[in-house]
């Protein structure tokens, strides 16, 4: 895939976008970039998934046009080729278009397939990246994803997939950490194939839920134990799963 600067929007330029890919962050409104409020306060229509927090979504004006596109596993209320048609749509007609999305654009929100398809239709791009969720909520908990004592690296990966198309040896390293969004509903199938490919029994697991809202609950259990936690607790899905060192609950300092 190849674009212009002038596609995307180069800051070098003063290219107006008919189209922003604006990152809403993992929840706190306090969280949203300068320019991504801006953009809202300045659109003529948002489009806005589901993860979208309550506090960004009433920083959009009154009279902005408002679409909830948003999808849970399985049940998307607005296919996402209508939603990529609207926005040419709207973009065509000369309205000045947020699409509003939970986190980062480019870290599992579509916000790739969504440039791509923006970019092919002619309409120029403006991407505006957020806090994503894994630095969102392990701040938020007091987890540092890497760690000079536990861990040199960090990889991100989707909760969803089948477990036949993980690359586990890979992911068995000594001092990484790992974060799965969305991985409770999968969180089984999980930590089943990470034992079985050999991560020890007790490594430090945690579970962020409602992550940086006042809501935010974090359990911290074991590769093994983790079912007790989520059973007594209630957690549900969306939450956000971290493995490694660094969750573990004498190192990591809590914060209210």
Known sequence: MSTSAATLGSPLKKNKAQVSLVGAGPGDPELLTRKAHRL?????????????????????????????????????????????????????????????????????????????????????VDVVPGVTAASGCAAYAGIPLTHRDY??????????????????????????????????????????????????????????????????RTQVATLSSWRAVIDSESLDSPALVIIGEVTACDRVVRFP
């Open 40 to 124: 809202l306060q300045e659109a003529d229509v948002v489009l806005h998934d589901r993860l979208v927090g309550e506090g960004v979504l009433a920083l959009i004006p009154v009279h902005v046009e408002r679409f909830y596109v948003g999808k849970r596993r399985a049940q998307h209320s607005v296919p996402q080729e209508e939603i990529n048609a609207a926005l040419i749509s709207w973009a065509h007609q000369g309205k000045r278009v947020v699409r509003l999305k939970g986190g980062d654009p480019f870290l599992f929100g579509r916000g790739g397939e969504e440039m791509e398809s923006l970019i092919a239709a002619g309409v120029s």
């Open 151 to 216: 861990a040199d690296g960090v990889t991100l990966l989707t909760g969803h997939l089948p477990a036949s198309e993980y690359d586990w040896p890979a992911l068995i390293r000594a001092r990484h950490t790992l974060v799965f969004y969305m991985g409770v509903t999968n969180l089984a199938v999980l930590t089943a194939a990470l034992l079985e490919h050999g991560m020890r029994a007790d490594m430090p697991l945690a579970i962020i839920e409602h992550g940086t809202l006042p809501t935010q």
